[in-house]
């Protein structure tokens, strides 16, 4: 299967820091990415769609400024989570679309892990 | 009314026994049916992927389609210890966002 990775994998900040998290598709090209957030024992929430060249597409209670995301070229999004504090805390998930032929997918990273003190 | 509905378990089973978990959806203009297998701490792993009704086998895994009646199963023969995760199915119309299953919690007692 396709190879996506997120990195870090876990990471610890202060309240009020701001924290990045890179998500690479590492063998193919993803004009997409998405960005979910996922708590203990509840499924996945998507929080918005990346695509290459535009803004994202954020869903509904989803703070943009709050959650920034740049996905600058095709095997690369990034989301900042600025001035963070302890509610955000969780675990972040991005995955990629693989679009080939009649097969439209996805594939997810391993996750990162956030702690806010 | 949720659009795909999973039940969450948890489910038990011996080590060998075949796994049955389903989803059932009330969107027919689904068109691509996936499920995922999330260990504890893990990003979802792909692990079928199905376009159709019908069948598809994959070693020890088997997807299911029932367009007709909005139903999604995956079947795990011989299971194993290793087995022991969360599934998540999920599906997709069009170029729009995945839209999942709550999860079945599986443990495959040894």
């Known amino acids: 299967g396709a190879v996506v990775s997120q990195h870090p994998s876990r990471v610890i900040c202060k309240s009020g820091t701001s924290v990045k998290i890179e998500c690479r598709s590492l063998?193919?090209?993803?004009?997409?990415m998405f960005w979910y957030r996922q708590f203990p024992k509840q499924s996945l929430m998507l929080m918005a769609t990346s695509n290459e060249g535009s803004k994202a597409t954020y869903e509904q209670g989803v703070e943009k400024d709050k959650f920034l995301i740049n996905h600058a070229s095709l095997t690369l999004s990034t989301l900042t989570v600025t001035s963070a504090h302890p509610e955000d805390s969780s675990f972040y998930i991005c995955?990629?679309?693989?679009?080939?032929?009649?097969?439209?997918?996805?594939?997810f990273g391993p996750g990162t892990r956030l702690t806010v003190l | 009314q949720k659009e795909v509905e999973q039940d969450p378990g948890p489910l038990s089973v011996p080590e060998g026994a075949i796994v049955s978990l389903n989803c059932t959806y009330s969107?027919?203009?689904?068109?691509?049916f996936m499920w995922y297998r999330q260990y504890s701490r893990k990003g979802p792993e792909l692990l079928m992927y199905t376009y159709s009704s019908g069948n598809k086998e994959d070693g020890r895994f088997t997807a299911q389609v029932d367009k007709s009646s909005k139903y999604i199963s995956l079947f795990i023969r011989d299971s194993q210890p290793s087995d022991s995760a969360t599934y998540l199915c999920?599906?997709?119309?069009?170029?729009?966002?995945?839209?999942f299953g709550q999860g079945t919690r599986l443990t495959i007692n040894p």
């Open positions: 969107n027919s203009a689904f068109q691509y």
């Open positions: 995955s990629a679309r693989r679009l080939a032929g009649a097969t439209d997918t996805q594939y």
């Open positions: 999920a599906m997709i119309q069009g170029a729009q966002k995945l839209v």
């Open positions: 063998d193919f090209q993803a004009t997409t």
